[in-house]
Nanobody, 120 residues
């Protein structure tokens, strides 16, 4: 099973930028769909972005044009570049690794979460 370790969260002012990283180990990284969810207190966990093994990407409407997901298979790492951050982007961001199953994803592992706080 794959293990995931996230890094890069923190406090940033509105309109600022952060880059989250998620390093994987223990399995064949390149075969996985990788993605990010975020959890805001009192709200349902939200899918933010994902990237397939071939590099195809999907984004939540709320982050399109501001966030970019990418992966480096040689480093077994997925990144989430977050620009033009807004206070509503505040939350705990979780990285996941999964395998495609029909129209969905079979989740194999989750990271521990990293807190992003957007505030002045």
């Amino acid at each position: 099973q794959v293990q995931l370790v996230e890094s890069g969260g923190g406090l940033v002012q509105p309109a600022g930028s952060l880059r989250l990283s998620c390093a994987a180990s223990g399995s064949i990284f390149s075969r996985y769909v990788m993605g990010w969810y975020r959890q805001v207190p009192g709200k349902q966990r939200e899918s933010v972005a994902d990237i397939t093994s071939s590099g195809s990407t999907n984004y939540a409407d709320s982050v399109k044009g501001r966030f970019t997901i990418s992966r480096d298979n040689a480093k077994s790492t997925v990144y989430l570049q977050m620009n033009s951050l807004k206070p509503e982007d505040t939350g705990v961001y979780y990285c996941y690794a999964g395998l495609p199953r029909g129209p969905g994803i079979l989740f194999d592992a989750w990271g521990q979460g990293t807190l992003v706080t957007v505030s002045s």
